[in-house]
């Protein structure tokens, strides 16, 4: 079983198992209580903007970071990183983000 929530709140459910009635015992259903609480990421991107000033043509300038942290319960999926844009062929990009950010890193 396992539980893909489209909501963040807390859900419940009840799984009904009925078994017997055979050879003269009675169906019995058995109730499962099924709990769990729907969370969202937290997350923020800092800084939220980079200024690489004056830099002369065909020059590398200094890189700059951009840190992503995740303040939620769950871990953060992260789809894509990439630069958009007028210019974005003038800038790179590298990331060590993988796949998704730990809950609370």
Same mark, same amino acid.
């Given at each position: 079983?396992?539980?893909? +929530?489209?909501?963040?709140?807390? !859900?419940? &459910? ?11 015992? +009675? ?11 729907? #969370?969202? +990421?937290?997350?923020?991107? $800092? +800084?939220? $903007? !980079? &200024? ?7 020059? %590398? $300038?200094?890189? /700059?970071? %951009?840190? #992503?942290?995740?303040?939620? =319960? ?14 974005? $062929? /003038? !800038? =790179? /990009? ?5 796949? =998704? ?5």
């Amino acid at each position: 079983m396992v539980f893909k +929530p489209t909501a963040t709140r807390p !859900l419940t &459910a009840t799984l009904s198992v009925v078994a017997g009635g055979g050879a003269g015992t +009675p169906s019995v259903m058995q109730p499962v209580t099924l709990t769990g609480t729907g #969370v969202a +990421p937290i997350y923020a991107v $800092s +800084p939220t $903007s !980079l &200024a690489f000033g004056s830099v002369q043509t065909t020059t %590398v $300038s200094a890189p /700059q970071s %951009v840190t #992503v942290t995740n303040e939620g =319960s769950g871990a953060l999926p992260i789809a894509s990183i990439k630069l958009t844009g007028k210019n974005d $062929s /003038q !800038l =790179s /990009q590298t990331n060590t983000c993988g796949t =998704s950010v730990p809950a609370v890193a």
